[in-house]
């Protein structure tokens, strides 16, 4: 198999992203993108791409 890389994860960054989004009171339809971006930046992985390249890519 190829190389994978195992990045680590700042356990306060995890309990500061925990903390700030339990006390989110907005709906989860309107919080969706912004928990979603958050959660990527945490994880140290790419935002999620918009949908017209999704398209153009076959995706959907």
Do not use: H, Y
């Not at 190829?2 to 925990?18: L, W």
């Not at 971006?37 to 017209?52: D, F, I, V």
């Amino acid at each position: 198999m190829g190389n994978t890389t195992i990045k680590t994860i700042d356990e306060q960054a995890v309990q500061q992203f925990i903390t700030f989004w339990s006390k989110v009171k907005g709906s989860e339809l309107a919080t969706a993108q912004s928990f979603v971006s958050g959660l990527c930046a945490l994880l140290n992985m790419p935002p999620p791409m918009p949908a017209p390249t999704l398209i153009r890519l076959g995706w959907c």
